[in-house]
């Protein structure tokens, strides 16, 4: 009888196929023959789930937008929903923006195919709607989280936007900065510049 193959699970196995390939050889090489190879596939099994490299690479940033946007929002109640100012509110902020950051291998392997993307996405308009929803969806957790960590000072929404705007920006950095350097940016020290930030935004919530 020939054996069942289920079709999600086959997908989830050559998007992670994609997923390695990025993180040691950059997007470039994600072709749907090196997808394959790395898979343990035929160029026709990766063509039944995906009709071309447009939409395996597609289908691919989704995946990993999904996967942090997933990790986030579990990590967000926690934030929200603890006392402003408190020690386990802080705690809760660090753990949720521990999530952008390549702090173990599986976020290290997220976090690298998520900035490759949002580069691509600059010059390959296939991937534009993908990246626009990630920014829509990062900014929103990160709005929440300004908005549950820094009290009304009176300038209101003005306030608010441009503190999101540079923890995005802190967060982005810190991205970069741990791919490109992990010896020097550990995980001790991404944690470290994270909580200076938030004692800054300590400021405005006093």
């Not at 993180?23 to 790395?38: I, N």
């Not at 923006?97 to 600059?122: H, I, K, Q, S, T």
């Amino acid at each position: 009888m020939p054996k069942i193959v289920d079709a999600e699970a086959r997908r989830a196995d050559i998007v992670d196929a994609v997923f390695r390939i990025i993180a040691v050889d950059g997007l470039e090489r994600a072709s749907l023959r090196e997808v394959a190879d790395e898979a343990g596939l035929a160029v026709g099994s990766v063509r039944h789930y995906f009709a071309g490299s447009e939409e395996l690479l597609h289908h691919s940033f989704a995946s990993v937008v999904d996967r942090i946007s997933a990790r986030l929002q579990a990590a967000l109640p926690a934030v929200t929903d603890t006392a402003p100012g408190s020690v386990q509110q802080r705690e809760a902020v660090l753990t949720l923006l521990g999530e952008f950051l390549p702090l173990d291998e599986e976020r290290a392997v997220d976090v690298c195919v998520w900035m490759a993307f949002r580069n691509a996405a600059r010059i390959r308009p296939f991937l534009t709607p993908v990246a626009d929803r990630s920014h829509r969806e990062v900014a929103a957790v990160v709005g929440q989280v300004i908005t549950a960590m820094v009290a009304d000072d009176g300038d209101g929404r003005q306030t608010l936007v441009v503190e999101a705007e540079r923890l995005l920006a802190t967060i982005d950095g810190l991205c970069m900065h741990a791919l490109l350097q992990p010896e020097w940016m550990t995980a001790v020290m991404c944690r470290d510049v994270l909580d200076r930030h938030l004692a800054g935004l300590a400021v405005h919530a006093a």
